[in-house]
């Protein structure tokens, strides 16, 4: 087993390497604007997932996508060298759809509450289905409290169990 700590640094090292060069080596044009957000990587520190989004449509980010998968060995070279392992950590690149997800709960937030509005607009108009005060008032409370100590009081010379 690998000490947790040493593997989040060593993922937050495979983060900022492949930034570094996906920055400053990669010249494909197939490439956009990309963004690499997030690294993780196994407790072996054999396979290292690589998480990227990237500005644009869904072209931007298949030709992106390609040109990753291309440097896919410079990258993995470069991220071996840097951190001096035995073992090379084998590259995984990932889309991350942070925005996607995004957009999922804001329209998720925006029915919610829609239907909010919608409830209160229908409780403004509502009317109780029986009386209005359901429960009983003081006055009542008096007339039973009086009942109740009626029965609690056996008449004299009964016998009680």
Known sequence: MTDPAKVRRHAERVRELVASVVRSQIKDPRLGMITIT???ITADLRDATVFYTVLGDAAAQAG???ALESAK???????GKA???????????????????????????????????????????????????????????????????????????????
């Open 64 to 66: 992106t996508a390609a």
């Open 83 to 161: 951190l001096g392992l035995r073992h090379s950590p084998t590259l995984t690149f990932v889309l991350d759809d942070v925005q996607d997800q995004v957009k999922h709960i804001d329209d998720l937030l925006a029915a919610a509450r829609n239907a909010d509005a919608e409830v209160q607009r229908l409780a403004a108009k509502a009317q109780y289905a029986g009386e209005a005060q359901p429960y009983r008032l003081d006055e009542d409370e008096d007339a039973d409290a009086e009942a109740a100590a009626e029965d609690d009081n056996p008449p004299a010379g009964g016998d009680r169990r």
């Open 73 to 79: 060995g410079m990258l993995r070279s470069t991220v």
């Open 38 to 40: 997030d690294a993780r």
